[in-house]
Antibody, heavy 114, light 108 residues
Framework: QVQLVESGGDLVKPGGSLRLSCAAS????????MTWMRQAPGKGLEWVSY????????HYADSVKGRFTISRDNAKNSLYLQMNSLRAEDTAVYYC???????WGQGTLVTVSS | EIVLTQSPDTLSLSPGERATLSCRAS???????LGWYQQIPGQAPRLLIY???SRATGIPNRFSGSGSGTDFTLTISRLEPEDFAVYYC?????????FGQGTKLEIK
């Protein structure tokens, strides 16, 4: 069955960096665009970034533009989110999703705190 | 960016009743690319409706979506106990693909 498994979440200091990964299985990864979304503790959902199936088209939320980079490796069925210059307000559970959300992973927690 | 405003913030109903959730956009949603998600506490969101009115795979037909332009509605015809959760709308017609703030559906 379709499965998405995120990893890489951790406690990091403000200004630090982190790389999240999402391993996909159960479908032809290279056929789908992929999305990262996040949810701060006790808050609503926020769309973060999108990448097309080939990787040629990428969009970012204004809140992360210039700091986060989405990428994918279709040979490894994997999606990534490189997060630099992290801020306290980036603290959230980060989810990867197929398309714009027809299947979600279980999420990985990123905490930005000194 | 398109701002989505959901109403009400909280809806208190009993099992068996009909639920109507609203999502209003600050500008027209392109191609009616509007989706609805259900989130049970501690779980990842689940897609219910895409393209305003199409049910996602495995979603019961008591869930239906409607609307166009700037006004959209999610209707749950007869509430089951497992339907009490938080519901989010999202537009994916224009980047950034924004979410509404959510409506909490609670048991009365």
């Amino acid at each position: 069955q379709v499965q998405l498994v995120e990893s890489g979440g951790d406690l990091v200091k403000p200004g630090g960096s982190l790389r999240l990964s999402c391993a996909a299985s159960g479908f032809t990864f290279s056929d789908y665009y992929m999305t990262w979304m996040r949810q701060a503790p006790g808050k609503g959902l926020e769309w973060v970034s999108y990448i097309s199936s080939s990787g040629n088209t990428i969009h970012y939320a204004d809140s992360v533009k210039g700091r986060f980079t989405i990428s994918r490796d279709n040979a490894k069925n994997s999606l990534y989110l490189q997060m630099n210059s992290l801020r306290a307000e980036d603290t959230a559970v980060y989810y990867c999703a197929r398309n714009l959300g027809d299947c979600w992973g279980q999420g990985t927690l990123v905490t930005v705190s000194s | 960016e398109i701002v989505l405003t959901q109403s009400p913030d909280t809806l208190s109903l009993s099992p068996g009743e009909r639920a109507t959730l609203s999502c209003r956009a600050s500008q027209s949603v392109s191609s009616n690319y509007l989706g609805w998600y259900q989130q049970i506490p501690g779980q990842a969101p689940r897609l219910l409706i895409y393209g305003t009115s199409s049910r996602a795979t495995g979603i019961p037909n008591r869930f239906s979506g409607s609307g166009s332009g700037t006004d959209f509605t999610l209707t749950i015809s007869r509430l089951e106990p497992e339907d009490f959760a938080v519901y989010y709308c999202q537009q994916y017609g224009t980047s950034p693909y924004t979410f509404g703030q959510g409506t909490k559906l609670e048991i009365k």
